[in-house]
């Protein structure tokens, strides 16, 4: 639209406008917003989690995850070998257990030949240099769908801790370089910590999920690994949406009982506690974008709403803004792919 000088508002006598400062000069072209950008994604940031199932050459969609599959130990690899091959330096883990290998107790989680064990014995021999993280809960595990042993309608928290602790132990033997207890029991970490440096895993580290919520965005993750609660919820154990304070305490039992990292789960509606802990700790802190946060952009970029690639990039970088050091999410890889082969992301 011709706009004459005339017309123009801020011509006219009586309004001046003729600021100081004006923000705007830092933005006015792409080398300069370049240069001034406080936050940078980077390929490093990233851990790309992973379902693994039985069988021989199986890949599986799943379905309220579209472009998430779980693979079987031997095309697992191959995907490890291409996120490796984009600089993806990380990956965590998430087996989907047959139903008849589940039980109160989570034994199948501990078993040393069971599909964890198995599957990183592979990636160790096929990537060395792939740092792989392995959760630590028993729900894939567990008949009742709970994150630890039910007795009378409870999660019993001491009992589960031993399970946990046998867990840990069949995974650093396998290999793995971060035990991660994803299960909110109290004491897990001291537990673990503790049994690791008995058998001289001390080079295994602890990836503690110190603040993770009971959170209605984990719906898309128990499609995928078919390890929904059979009753009830997970509030016994996992936090009230509502707390922000009790996260700091989370976090500092976390850290005195030996954790390494920290993490707050899941991420976007929780920006507030990412940035708290990491006011108050000297520790690294990760981030879960989860399940149900990946979903929903799928979602609307497949209704054409949003632009998936623009909203998976402010997605992530928000969250390293508010203070994350890393970020698990499925988007790892998309991510990766842009920021290593696009100039200009
Ligand atoms: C299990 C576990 C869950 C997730 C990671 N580990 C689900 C749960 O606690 O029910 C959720 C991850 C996601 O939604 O992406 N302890």
Redesign the pocket.
């Known amino acids: 639209f011709p706009v004459t000088p005339e017309e123009l508002p801020g011509r006219s006598s009586q309004v001046r406008c003729s600021p100081t400062y004006r923000p705007r000069r830092l933005r006015r072209i792409e080398t300069l917003r370049r240069m001034v950008r406080e936050t940078v994604l980077t390929v490093d940031d990233l851990i790309y989690?992973l379902f693994v199932m039985e069988g021989d050459g199986q890949r599986e969609e799943v379905p309220s995850m579209p472009g998430c599959l779980r693979f079987s130990i031997d095309r697992l690899l191959d995907e490890v070998k291409t996120a490796r091959e984009w600089g993806i330096g990380a990956i965590a883990l998430?087996p989907l257990i047959p139903h008849s290998q589940k039980d109160n107790l989570g034994t199948e989680s501990y078993n040393p030949d069971g599909l964890i064990p198995r599957a990183v014995r592979a990636i160790k021999q096929a990537v060395p240099d792939m740092l792989v993280i392995t959760?630590v809960?028993l729900?894939?595990y567990s008949s009742e769908g709970h994150?630890g042993i039910v007795k009378d309608g409870k999660i019993l928290n001491d009992q589960t801790v031993a399970v946990l602790v046998k867990q840990a132990l069949a995974q650093a033997a396998a290999g793995s370089d971060f035990v991660a207890p994803?299960?909110m029991m109290d004491g897990r970490v001291g537990a673990i910590r503790e049994a690791l440096n008995a058998e001289g895993w001390i080079d295994v580290g602890i990836l503690a999920?110190s603040a993770?919520y009971a959170s209605a965005?984990?719906g898309?993750?128990?499609d995928a690994l078919n390890?929904a609660p059979k009753w009830g919820d997970?509030k016994t154990y996992?936090m009230d949406a509502a707390n922000a304070r009790e996260a700091l305490k989370e976090v500092d039992l976390d850290i005195a009982e030996g954790a390494d990292i920290v993490m707050v789960?899941?991420a976007l509606a929780y920006l507030d506690v990412i940035c708290r802990i990491k006011q108050h700790t000297h520790l690294p802190v990760a981030a879960?974008n989860?399940?149900?946060e990946?979903a929903m952009v799928k979602a609307a970029a497949a209704q054409g709403w949003i632009d998936e690639k623009s909203v998976m990039l402010e997605t992530l970088t928000s969250i390293k803004r508010a203070g994350a050091d890393l970020i698990l999410t499925?988007f790892a890889k998309d991510a990766a792919m842009i920021l290593t082969h696009d100039s200009n992301p």
């Open positions: 989690p998430f959760d809960a729900d894939p994150d994803s299960d999920y993770k965005y984990y898309p993750f128990r390890s997970k996992q789960k899941p879960y989860v399940s149900g990946y499925y």
